[in-house]
């Protein structure tokens, strides 16, 4: 699956920072900056540390089975058009190659509930989705 987050830094340079940082015991496969930069940090097929304590449908320990994309956000603010166009062209080339349904990408809220709130109620995962069905291939 694939798991969307807030990285609630911020800026990009901060967080680039912190997941480079071994001492924040946390990382993403990918960040997707403000400017629509898109940083990785890990190999898809390799464990990330980004989902945590997590279930999605009685699965457990959702860092080995799913690929983290985190977009640059501090919580607060709004997230850039860019943002949306670059992560779903993102997003939408991982589940291509992965195999991955639509139904298989969830906010971290959704697999962490009570215990996570990214990507936050201001994440338009309406536009995101109509975006991620014109890189896709599905009609959105």
Not at 4 to 21: E, K, L, P, R
Not at 37 to 62: M, P, R
Request: charge should be negative; proline fraction near 3%.
């Amino acid at each position: 699956m694939v798991i969307i987050h807030g990285d609630a830094g911020s800026s990009d340079a901060g967080t680039v920072s912190w997941i480079q940082n071994p001492e924040s015991r946390v990382s993403y496969h990918y960040l997707v900056g403000r400017d629509g930069e898109i940083y990785q940090f890990v190999d898809e097929d390799s464990k990330a540390w980004h989902a945590g304590t997590s279930e999605w449908n009685g699965v457990a320990d959702l860092n080995r089975l799913s690929v983290g994309v985190a977009f640059a956000n501090n919580g607060q603010e709004h997230f850039k058009a860019i943002q949306y166009e670059v992560g779903a062209e993102l997003v939408a080339d991982i589940c291509r190659r992965h195999k991955i349904p639509c139904d298989k990408i969830r906010g971290h809220y959704e697999v962490s509930p009570g215990r996570k709130t990214d990507p936050w109620d201001h994440f338009d995962w309406r536009s995101f989705y109509m975006l991620f069905g014109l890189f896709s291939g599905d009609k959105a």
